[in-house]
Nanobody
């Protein structure tokens, strides 16, 4: 079994910063693509950022220049540094990982962490 555990969410004022973490554990041979989605109340889930096994990153236009995704393969952890936060960034943030467990690759999801941007 593979688990993804997120941390780092909370309440922050507009213009502030938060750093989300997502740690993977379990029967993991290696981690391939890692990324983040978010879902605001009453809205569809929105892709936020992705980082490949080789370190290539991509971002949604809505967060480009403000958010940075990174990974630490030794810790099996992906991070999302969020700067200059806006009220519209308020959402539950979910990490995901494409995990290689042997001959198969499967996508796993974290439980979600709430980020609220409000004064």
């Amino acid at each position: 079994q593979v688990q993804l555990v997120e941390s780092g969410g909370g309440l922050v004022q507009p213009g502030g910063s938060l750093r989300l973490s997502c740690a993977a554990s379990g029967s993991i041979l290696s981690l391939n693509v890692l990324g983040w989605y978010r879902q605001a109340p009453g809205k569809q889930r929105e892709w936020v950022a992705v980082i490949t096994g080789g370190g290539t990153t991509k971002y949604a236009d809505s967060v480009k220049g403000r958010f940075t995704i990174s990974r630490d393969n030794t810790k099996k952890t992906v991070y999302l540094q969020m700067n200059r936060l806006k009220p519209e960034d308020t959402a539950v943030y979910y990490c995901y990982a494409d995990v290689i467990t042997g001959v198969t690759t499967s996508r796993y999801w974290g439980q979600g962490t709430q980020v609220t941007v409000s004064s």
